[in-house]
């Protein structure tokens, strides 16, 4: 099975970016449309974007305008590149399938703090 492996986190101050990648082992192609999840602490797992093999985007009301997503089929890496953090945005990230799901990677923690 595919393997998922996200990467780019940290602390970061309000205000700050940070980009996150996601790397499969196999086809991201073939997985078809792919999201972003975080989930903070005593929450549910909340997908924010979503991309499809074609490029087409979608959003999260709370993300809208400051993250963006992206992704490269050719090295099966999926990308998201948030701007303008807030503590609220702190959470365990991952990366998924959101029509095919995977199992989960272990995420990346993005913590946003002053």
């Known amino acids: 099975q595919v393997q998922l492996v996200e990467s780019g986190g940290g602390l970061v101050q309000p205000g700050g970016s940070l980009r996150l990648s996601c790397a499969a082992s196999g086809s991201i192609f073939l997985i078809g449309v792919m999201g972003w999840y975080r989930q903070a602490p005593g929450k549910q797992r909340d997908l924010v974007a979503s991309i499809t093999s074609g490029g087409t985007t979608t959003y999260a009301d709370s993300v809208k305008g400051r993250f963006t997503i992206s992704r490269d089929n050719a090295k099966n890496t999926v990308y998201l590149q948030m701007n303008s953090l807030n503590a609220e945005d702190t959470a365990v990230y991952y990366c998924?399938?959101?029509?095919?799901?995977?199992?989960w990677g272990q995420g990346t923690q993005v913590t946003v703090s002053s």
């Open positions: 998924n399938g959101v029509k095919l799901r995977l199992s």
